[in-house]
């Protein structure tokens, strides 16, 4: 039965959807960046890469994984945002609330990072087709960085490095 809130159409036109987004992004990045550049050479570097990018089944469902993370985190931070502002907090405070940019950046990084090894974790399968025995240097390297020692170093260096930069921020030590 049809329905009016039936979105099962809206997964044909995915594809489009996702070049659109492409090709907006791309050139609202080159229009930071790269400003000394004509416009028009601009919307054809970025059609370009989001005709690249279309062709690219692995980018596309890389995109097409993170698009709605990052859609959710956003509006979720838009929501905190408007909440402390309504308890008072400061506009121009906000963020350092929440810890700065660097908690939006570790954010968006974790997504990636998850996006990344759900879309590509075929490829760096450790176990390769001959079996369990036999090494790659995927495999190898794989087993290697997920080790659970080699997190643990990673995770205590993150923390002890926060921990440097609060201690300095607020030891009342003036700089130089």
């Known amino acids: 039965m049809a329905t009016v809130l039936d ?4 997964k044909f036109f995915l594809p489009a959807f996702t070049f659109i987004f492409i090709v907006i992004l791309t050139y609202a990045l080159m229009r930071v960046v790269l400003q000394k550049i004509d416009d028009r050479a601009r919307w054809l570097a970025a059609v370009c890469i ?13 995109i097409n994984f993170v698009t709605p993370w990052f859609v959710v985190i956003f509006v979720f931070l838009f929501l905190v945002f408007m909440s402390l502002m309504f308890y008072g ?4 405070k906000v963020l350092d609330a929440l810890g700065g940019i660097n908690t939006i950046v570790i ?36 087993k290697t960085l997920f080790h659970p020692r080699v997190l643990g170093a990673i995770f205590i260096l993150i923390i002890a490095a926060f921990a440097i930069q609060r201690i300095t921020e607020f030891s009342g030590g003036e700089k130089k």
């Open 50 to 62: 989001g005709l690249i990018a279309l062709f690219s089944g692995s980018a596309i469902d890389l």
């Open 89 to 92: 907090v400061e506009q121009p």
């Open 7 to 10: 979105v099962g159409l809206l």
């Open 107 to 142: 954010i968006g990084i974790l997504i990636l990072v998850l996006g990344i090894s759900q879309v590509f974790g075929p490829v760096f399968d450790p176990y390769a087709p001959g079996g369990p025995t036999e090494k790659t240097i995927g495999g190898e390297t794989i």
